[in-house]
């Protein structure tokens, strides 16, 4: 008799975006003429661009011809790509990497899940809360947590983000071992500052711990002082993985690339308390179970790096950043209480009146026909807040806002 994995049993369905469905259905059917705009989706809408259309295009020509044809790539990605991230991304910050420390992916939402794999199962995890759902969930399907109890697993440390510690999470009390940071922040579209971040690389350090950085929306990050990647921090590259993907800042949602960075000098303990390099174990991991990213694919994702392709991306990204303004003006313009939209396609807002998540949802929905998600659908302290994404259309963001601002009743 096969025996399944439990520890999947721990999991609470998928309840945030099935609820928010039937809710939108049940909505429509009472009200088959409301036109709902829909605020809520962390999805891209923007089509890939011309540079990357154009990589795209030749790169299929290619396929086509017995000459230029490519089979099975290297798994961590061709070198083409990999040096334009670091001399575009990395060199000009002054993070110095080699090419054998990025491993192109086919996303991040599988990278960041697949990681804690290399990792032993008896480490405590450590998340900011509310976050991204992939860190807590990839932990408990491997066994990492105790089971779900009042919305929280047994054996993690939540590290709880909100406006009363202006979203800056505090080092934990007890020690942790892995730590996810997700900077700027899905879902409050909030950020760390240089010394904030340092003090979590002097925490990794100080306690072996090893840092899962996040940084999907780097691309997003309009205030110069900010760092884009963990290894702007001295001593980072001794306890950090870092985590990026085209789908936020290039339109990749649906075309798949990404890239993990793993230093050589990022080291882990056997139980024996014998050093190895978490590099080697990531490489063999992807080797064993990833056959690469297409070269199609690498190739639209290289296109990034031209000029006319750094050009257009940055159009692309003030396109969403401009909706982030509109958003959090209209609802500053009413009273209402807002956080992000600075350096993140993001505005996370504090609902009114004390109001839950849910019942702000439903408020929205009925006053306004706008779709966003609750908070909740992020973790324990996302009670009493409200994500809305700036991934729309200009027109129809607009149209929102108006519509926030003359039909809300506070
Ligand atoms: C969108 C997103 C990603 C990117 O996922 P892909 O699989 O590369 O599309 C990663 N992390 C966070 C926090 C995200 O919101």
């Given at each position: 008799?096969?025996?399944?994995?439990?520890?999947?049993?721990?999991?609470?369905?998928?309840?945030?975006?099935?609820?928010?469905?039937?809710?939108?259905?049940?909505?429509?059917?009472?009200?088959p003429?409301?036109?709902?705009?829909?605020l809520?989706?962390?999805?891209?809408?923007?089509?890939?661009?011309?540079?990357?259309?154009?990589g795209?295009h030749?790169?299929?020509?290619?396929?086509?011809?017995?000459?230029?044809?490519?089979?099975?790539?290297?798994?961590?990605?061709?070198?083409?790509?990999i040096?334009?991230?670091?001399?575009?991304?990395y060199t000009?910050?002054?993070?110095?990497?080699?090419?054998?420390?990025?491993?192109?992916?086919?996303?991040?939402?599988?990278?960041?899940?697949?990681?804690?794999?290399?990792f032993?199962?008896?480490?405590?995890?450590?998340?900011?809360?509310?976050?991204?759902?992939v860190?807590l969930?990839?932990?408990?399907?491997?066994?990492?947590?105790?089971?779900?109890?009042?919305?929280?697993?047994?054996?993690?440390?939540?590290?709880?983000?909100?406006?009363?510690?202006?979203?800056?999470?505090?080092?934990?009390?007890?020690?942790?071992?892995?730590?996810?940071?997700?900077?700027?922040?899905?879902?409050?579209g909030?950020?760390?500052?240089?010394?904030e971040?340092?003090k979590?690389?002097?925490?990794?350090?100080?306690?072996?711990?090893?840092?899962?950085?996040?940084?999907?929306?780097?691309?997003?990050i309009?205030?110069?002082?900010?760092?884009?990647?963990?290894?702007?921090?001295?001593?980072?590259?001794?306890?950090?993985?870092?985590?990026?993907?085209?789908?936020?800042?290039?339109?990749?949602?649906g075309?798949?690339?990404?890239?993990?960075?793993?230093?050589?000098?990022?080291?882990?303990?056997?139980?024996?308390?014998?050093?190895?390099?978490?590099?080697k174990?990531?490489?063999?991991?992807?080797?064993?179970?990833?056959?690469?990213?297409?070269?199609?694919?690498?190739?639209?994702?290289?296109?990034?790096?031209?000029?006319?392709?750094?050009?257009?991306?940055?159009?692309?990204?003030?396109?969403?950043?401009?909706?982030?303004?509109?958003?959090?003006?209209?609802?500053?313009?009413?009273?209402?209480e807002?956080?992000g939209?600075?350096?993140?396609?993001?505005?996370?807002?504090?609902?009114?009146?004390?109001?839950?998540?849910?019942?702000?949802?439903?408020?929205?929905?009925?006053?306004?026909?706008?779709?966003?998600?609750?908070?909740?659908?992020?973790?324990?302290?996302?009670?009493?807040?409200?994500?809305?994404?700036?991934?729309?259309?200009?027109?129809?963001?607009?149209e929102?806002?108006?519509?926030?601002?003359?039909?809300?009743?506070?």
């Open positions: 008799m096969a025996l399944l994995n439990e520890n999947y049993l721990k999991l609470p369905g998928s309840y945030l975006f099935a609820e928010i469905a039937k809710r939108v259905t049940n909505f429509k059917a009472e009200f003429e409301a036109n709902i705009i829909r809520g989706i962390g999805d891209v809408t923007k089509p890939l661009t011309p540079a990357v259309i154009d795209l030749k790169a299929v020509d290619e396929m086509a011809n017995p000459e230029t044809f490519r089979g099975y790539g290297p798994e961590q990605g061709y070198n083409f790509l040096e334009k991230i670091i001399a575009t991304d000009p910050r002054g993070v110095k990497l080699e090419v054998d420390e990025v491993f192109v992916s086919d996303g991040s939402k599988s990278d960041v899940g697949n990681i804690q794999e290399i032993g199962v008896n480490n405590r995890v450590a998340i900011t809360d509310p976050v991204y759902p860190y969930d990839t932990n408990v399907m491997a066994g990492r947590t105790g089971d779900f109890i009042n919305g929280m697993f047994e054996n993690v440390t939540y590290l709880p983000c909100n406006a009363e510690n202006k979203f800056i999470p505090a080092l934990p009390t007890e020690k942790v071992d892995l730590i996810y940071l997700c900077v700027p922040n899905n879902p409050t909030t950020t760390l500052s240089r010394t971040l340092k979590w690389v002097d925490y990794a350090k100080a306690n072996g711990s090893i840092i899962l950085f996040d940084a999907a929306y780097e691309a997003y309009q205030d110069p002082e900010l760092p884009h990647s963990i290894y702007e921090i001295e001593g980072a590259n001794e306890v950090a993985i870092e985590f990026r993907s085209f789908s936020k800042t290039a339109g990749f949602t075309t798949r690339c990404a890239f993990t960075v793993v230093p050589k000098t990022v080291m882990a303990l056997t139980a024996a308390g014998e050093s190895h390099p978490l590099n174990l990531w490489n063999r991991r992807q080797t064993t179970k990833f056959n690469g990213t297409p070269y199609i694919i690498q190739k639209g994702a290289e296109a990034i790096y031209t000029p006319e392709g750094q050009a257009e991306i940055k159009t692309v990204v003030s396109y969403y950043m401009d909706n982030a303004r509109i958003i959090k003006e209209g609802l500053e313009s009413i009273g209402l807002t956080f939209g600075e350096n993140a396609p993001y505005i996370w807002l504090k609902t009114p009146n004390g109001m839950d998540s849910w019942e702000f949802f439903d408020k929205l929905l009925n006053e306004a026909h706008i779709v966003g998600t609750p908070g909740t659908g992020f973790g324990p302290s996302g009670q009493g807040y409200f994500r809305l994404t700036a991934f729309g259309n200009k027109e129809n963001t607009l929102a806002v108006e519509r926030i601002k003359t039909r809300l009743s506070l």
